[in-house]
């Protein structure tokens, strides 16, 4: 049963630490995705890639976020440094681009900044 | 922009009622719909996907109709039982296909009481 995998699953760090997430996305899916979730804001799109490749990171406060796709199978999300107004669940999902597919998304990262 | 809306926000039921959970977008120009649901401290699932030329598919005790024109989906839930309770979350994906890319809405928390 292939799903996306997210680590770590919980996270808590203070204010002004670096926080690196990780996802390894389902075997032959080339696109990836990275969420936010809040209450406040709800489910929001942050960065995305294709075949590794970032497309659109629009969503995301550049001068602290940083996503990447070393490889096939790891996406990272690097928050450098951490505020207390970053504290949400970070979601990684994966999908084909071809067609209307869905995206699978991960079980999240939750993450609290003190 | 496309936005999207639920409503209501929340809801509770007996066991047994029949239900539908409301969805808006603003912009019709979609590629397709989708309805996820979310249990508490997990990610998303998808339940129902929705073509733009579709107007309704089905899964067990699940419908989804959409009226593209008019900007509105619902879910209809049969027969709800306690494991229905979960928030329940659409999502629109915009018609140039981009990336596989979501515009989600806020969400239908459903609690179901035996």
């Known amino acids: ?114 | 922009k496309q936005e999207v809306t639920q409503i209501p926000a929340a809801l509770s039921v007996p066991e047994g009622e029949n239900l539908v959970l409301n969805c808006s977008f603003t912009d019709s120009a979609i590629y397709n719909l989708q309805w996820f649901r979310q249990d508490p401290g997990k990610g998303l699932t998808s339940l129902l996907l929705i073509q733009s030329s579709q107007r309704e598919q089905t899964s067990g005790r699940l419908n989804a109709s959409l009226d593209k024109s008019s900007g509105r989906s619902t879910l209809y839930i049969a027969a709800s039982q306690p494991g229905d309770s979960a928030t329940y979350l659409c999502a629109v994906r915009r018609l140039d296909n981009a990336g596989n890319m979501l515009t989600f809405g806020g969400g239908t928390r459903l609690m179901v009481k035996p």
């Open chain 1, 1 to 114: 049963d292939a799903r996306v995998t997210q680590t770590p699953r919980d996270k808590v760090t203070e204010m002004g630490q670096e926080v690196t997430m990780r996802c390894q996305p389902i075997l032959g899916h080339n696109t990836v995705f990275w969420y936010r979730q809040t209450m406040m804001q709800g489910l929001e799109l942050l960065a995305y890639f294709r075949n590794r490749a970032p497309l659109d990171d629009s969503g995301m406060p550049k001068d602290r976020f940083s996503a990447e796709m070393p490889d096939a199978t790891l996406a990272t999300l690097k928050i450098q440094p951490s505020e207390p107004r970053d504290s949400a669940v970070y979601f990684c999902a994966s999908g084909v681009l071809a067609g209307g597919e869905t995206q699978y998304f991960g079980p999240g990262t939750r993450l609290l900044v003190l």
